[in-house]
Nanobody, 125 residues
Framework: QVQLVESGGGLVQAGGSLRLSCAASGRTFSRATMGWFRQAPGKEREFVAAVSWSGGASYYGYYGDYVKGRSTISRDNADTVSLQMNSLKPEDTAVYYC????????????????WGQGTQVTVSS
């Protein structure tokens, strides 16, 4: 049974930083795309960042417009992905979901097959 387990959410002041981590189990994810989405109340789930396998031991990270330049995604090992978020803003407040799938460069929720339960990130002003 595939499981994605997120950790690292919480409450932070505007301008602060948080690091989210996601550990996957239940199958091999070394060649899968792993990433993050977020969803605020009343809004659609939106792409934050992901990292795709690009051959050998290389991975390619890419970002959504809202977090580009403020966040860094990393593949800590074959089954773990982390998201370092800096210069957080109140509008970053949302539930953050880890996701995994087998398509390279995926950005849409429908392109991911596996989802975590989500972790709350709240940024106070």
């Amino acid at each position: 049974q595939v499981q994605l387990v997120e950790s690292g959410g919480g409450l932070v002041q505007a301008g602060g930083s948080l690091r989210l981590s996601c550990a996957a189990s239940g199958r091999t994810f070394s060649r899968a795309t792993m990433g993050w989405f977020r969803q605020a109340p009343g809004k659609e789930r939106e792409f934050v960042a992901a990292v795709s396998w690009s051959g050998g031991a290389s991975y390619y990270g890419y970002y959504g417009d809202y977090v580009k330049g403020r966040s860094t995604i990393s593949r800590d090992n074959a089954d773990t992905v982390s998201l370092q978020m800096n210069s957080l803003k109140p509008e970053d407040t949302a539930v953050y979901y880890c996701a995994a799938g087998d398509l390279y460069g995926s950005r849409r929720p429908t392109e991911f097959d596996y989802w975590g339960q989500g972790t709350q990130v709240t940024v106070s002003s």
